[in-house]
């Protein structure tokens, strides 16, 4: 049985889905988080940046240029060719065209850099993310399903990546084409300009109100995405289950609830882009409106040039356009904030068991292991309440007792996966929290019941315990536990591809991979978890004699509920509610009166 994992970190450190749900203050929190972690994405690239605002604000003044030039062209040129001057219509034709090659030019520029930091970000992104989980404990992984990860990879960084590839070269044009134009509103007729600056009262409260709404609405999206994204990894990853229970229509019933939840969040986040796109367009036609009724009593008084008006006009039509794109870019924006509020909180998601500062060396272990006075539990409950237990040197230890009992626990906290909360667990006399990870993990290796096998070949997954071990090395570990023989009766022997999870092998046949996986390792201390209780008698028996093998010379902690393989250790171990009940020889327990002899003489009858 596997134990829960342990919990109690605060939200601050919790990739939290429902952020709705968060205490007071969280949600500036995780604001805060997101920019943090954008800045750290950013910051390698300060001077592309630089350099792409640059290119960005000479773009955007060719492109303002053209309006400009239209309205001189219509108060200058016009007049100028009347009277047979066809020189400022020629100058102001090839201005015009400048600028619009310029304009091009500028931004194929621009196009193509953001591309590349765009690209640069998502990939240190990626790598981060994925390096990061990687080296989080198991009580992240136990807590935090497999879905959701999946989610943080694929949904959410994509989420970023629709943002920096589209939505930001939109905002940051839109921005700039809103403030020059602005700005030339008000330098080229201040009254003009004046009128203009009645529309945005209304404009910056549908603007807010926009904001306002928009960012719940869009977090609720990714939400509801990766709520999708958790069912659909469970459902398929536990197929057989759900085929074997009959489980199809009750997830049926249950995909089609967050399928509609899905719906629903992205209907409400298109109903406010509905509202507030018209809403945009139709104050800027209510202040052209305005401006070209103001504009034109003031050309019928003589007051202003009608090339001015028209370029105030066509400068203004301009303002407004630029406003939707930027409302369009908010909806990239909210969703790439949420997505990045998610990301974050994985990658602040700190190892319980960190590697140490300046550890240990411990290039050669001789295997003896102690628990001293050693304290754990899970969410406020305690499993070892105060163990104190020496394995010396090239012992091997059989661990027994009831579901519970903390035998796994025990097994964990060996091969380092938690830390006591208090005591230590020394290897050689070393802490092993004081151990760099490569000596702990070449030290200590552990064999679990699943014996997780990789995609890839037989030898390939074999290889997993000592990467660089060549074939004739592989060939023999698989000879010493007594693989060999199914593995060259595969179809392309140690060639053969094992499948997704070693599905192509039978579960006996994968144990036995492990089993060679971790002679090849050839650790000083080694763990077995269950590891026989998917062998079948056959299978078992042929692995008692490549266990006698395996567990020579190294010290050995065997978790079993099958007490043919407890037969073969030097030492037994019963434990119950955390403490060690028995102590002694598998002949000395047996032959007293205890739980383990109880235990024995049950498998006993239960094989007549």
Known sequence: MTDPAPTGQDWRGVATEDTDELPPGAGI??????????????????????WLLATVVAQNAAWLAGPLLIGVGIDVAVPALVDGDAGPLVWITLAMVAAAALDTGLRFLFLTGSGRVGQAVLLTLRRRVFTHVQVLPLSFHERYTSGRTISRLTSDVEA??????????????????????????????????????????????????????????????RETIAALIVQFTETFGGIRAVQAFRREPRNDELYAVLNEDNRQAHDRAFWLIAVFVPAVVLI????????????????????????????????????????????????????????????????????????????VPLPAAAGELVFDDVRFGYTGTTVLPGLQLTLPPGETVALVGTTGAGKSTLARLAARFYDPVEGEVRLDGVPLH?????????????????????????????????????RAQ???????????????????????????????????????????????????????????????????????????????????????????????????????????????????????????????????????
């Open 284 to 359: 800027g036609n209510l202040v052209t409106v305005a401006v070209l009724g103001h504009g034109a009593l003031r050309v019928m008084d003589g007051a202003l040039a009608v090339g001015t008006l028209v370029s105030f006009l066509l400068y203004l039509r301009r303002f407004f356009d630029p406003l939707q794109d930027i409302a369009m870019f908010y909806n990239s924006y909210q969703s790439a904030t949420a997505a990045l509020e998610k990301l974050s909180g994985v990658l602040e998601e700190r190892p319980t068991v960190p590697e140490p500062r300046d550890p």
């Open 434 to 470: 004081r151990l760099s990870d490569a000596d702990l993990r070449r030290a200590v290796v552990m064999v679990t019941q699943e014996s997780f096998l990789f995609s890839g070949t037989v030898a390939d997954n074999i290889a997993f315990g000592r990467p660089g071990a060549d």
């Open 160 to 221: 970023l990546a629709e943002l920096l590839d589209e939505g930001l070269d939109g905002l940051i044009t839109a921005l700039f084409s809103v403030l020059g134009i602005g700005i030339v509103l008000v330098v080229l007729d201040p009254p003009l300009g004046l009128t203009a600056l009645l529309g945005f009262p209304a404009l910056f409260w549908v603007a807010r109100w926009f904001q306002r709404n928009s960012t719940a609405a869009y977090r609720r999206t």
């Open 29 to 50: 929190f995780l604001r805060a988080r997101s920019r943090r972690l954008l800045g750290e994405l950013l910051r390698p690239h300060r001077r592309s940046l630089w």
């Open 474 to 608: 592989i060939e023999g570990a698989a000879r010493a536990i007594g693989a060999h023989a199914f593995i060259t009766a595969l179809p392309e022997g140690y060639d053969t591809e094992v499948d997704k999870r070693g599905g192509r092998l039978s579960a006996g046949q994968r144990q036995l991979v492990g089993f060679a996986r971790a002679f090849l390792a050839d650790p000083a201390v080694l763990i077995l978890d269950e590891a026989t209780s998917s062998l079948d008698v056959p299978s078992e028996r042929l692995v008692q004699h490549a266990l006698r093998t395996l567990l020579a010379d190294r010290t050995a902690l065997i978790i079993a509920h099958r007490l043919s393989t407890v037969e073969i250790a030097d030492r037994v171990l019963v434990m119950e509610g955390g403490r060690i009940v028995e102590d002694g020889s598998p002949a000395e327990l047996v032959a007293g009166t205890g739980r383990f002899a109880a235990l024995h003489q049950a498998w006993a009858d239960s094989l007549v």
